[in-house]
C-alpha cells in the first residue's frame, strides 16, 4: 500500500525551469538559514554549502510535467528541512532512479554515515547540481533530469551507462519539503551483479553514499525495529511500480 502522506503523479514529458527570482519565504528567512548554518557546519565540518535546487511549483497537465525551480544553498535546505519546511510552497528537488535488474524488483540502499539519509533506506539518487543545468539559445536555464539521474546512478553503483535505458515516462513523487522526479531505469544486469556493482564502487569512494544495497521485490514491510526506516517517497514510489507491474 502507499504512503498516504505522498502524492505520486505520472507524466510522459517533464520540464524543469529555473527562475532567477528568490521566492520572498526564503528571502525573509536569510537571516535565520546563516546562523543555523554557522553551527551545523561547525558541527560537521564535512558540509559542502554547494548549490541546490529547490522546488517553487509544479503540476501535471496533460501529460506534462512542470516544475519551477530556483538556485538556492545546501545551507537553506537544511534549514528548511531541519525546520519542518517553514517556506510554503518550496521543497527540496531532486532525481531518482527505479532501478529494475533484468531478473526484476529494484535497487534500494541504506544512506551512509555521511549523507543527509544516514541510515534510511532509499532510492539512488541526489541533488541536482549546476553541472545539470542547461542554457537555452533564448537564455533561459533548464534542468536535464535525465542526465543528472544517470550521472547519480554512474557515481552510486559504478553501472556502465551503455547497460542503462529508462522506461517510459516520469512518476513525480510530492509531500511536504520533497519533490522525487522519479524515471525506471532498466538495467540489463541481473540484481546479483548490480548489488555486486555498488560494492565495488564503494569500495572505490573515500566517503560511498549508499551501504547495504539490496533489490528489493516488494515493499519492505514496516514493523521490524532492527530494519532501517524507508523514506516516505522511496515507499511511495516502489509501491506504484509494484501495483503497476512495473518492477
Not at 111 to 126: D, F, I, K, R
Not at 163 to 170: A, E, I, V
Request: glycine share 10%.
Amino acid at each position: 500500500m502507499a504512503n498516504q502522506n505522498v502524492q505520486v503523479l505520472k507524466a510522459a514529458t517533464c520540464q524543469l525551469a529555473i527562475s532567477d527570482t528568490q521566492p520572498p519565504q526564503l528571502r525573509a528567512l536569510s537571516g535565520a538559514i546563516a546562523a543555523h548554518w554557522a553551527r551545523v557546519s561547525a558541527e560537521t565540518p564535512a558540509y559542502f554549502n554547494g548549490a541546490v535546487f529547490l522546488a517553487s511549483a509544479h503540476g501535471v497537465a496533460q501529460g506534462h510535467a512542470a516544475i519551477a525551480c530556483v538556485e538556492s544553498t545546501f545551507a537553506s535546505y537544511l534549514y528548511l528541512r531541519h525546520n519542518n519546511w517553514p517556506a510554503e510552497g518550496i521543497a527540496n528537488a531532486f532525481g531518482t532512479a527505479l532501478l529494475v535488474p533484468s531478473d526484476g524488483g529494484v535497487l534500494c540502499a541504506v544512506g551512509a554515515p555521511n549523507t543527509v539519509n544516514a541510515g534510511s533506506t532509499y532510492l539512488p539518487g541526489g541533488f541536482i547540481d549546476t553541472g545539470d543545468v542547461r542554457i537555452s539559445p533564448e537564455g533561459g536555464r533548464t534542468i536535464d533530469i535525465d542526465g543528472q539521474i544517470l550521472r547519480e546512478l554512474a557515481e552510486e553503483t559504478g553501472l556502465a551507462a551503455q547497460t542503462l535505458s529508462f522506461g517510459d515516462g516520469y512518476l513525480l513523487a510530492s509531500m511536504p519539503g520533497e519533490l522525487s522526479i522519479a524515471r525506471i531505469v532498466r538495467c540489463q544486469l541481473p540484481g546479483a551483479a548490480i548489488v555486486e556493482s555498488v560494492r565495488a564502487a564503494n569500495a572505490a569512494m573515500a566517503t560511498p553514499e549508499l551501504a547495504d544495497p539490496k533489490i528489493v521485490r516488494a515493499v519492505p514491510a514496516k514493523g521490524d525495529a532492527s530494519a532501517p526506516p524507508l523514506l516516505a517517497y522511496a515507499e511511495a514510489l516502489l509501491a506504484h511500480v509494484f501495483d503497476e507491474g512495473l518492477a
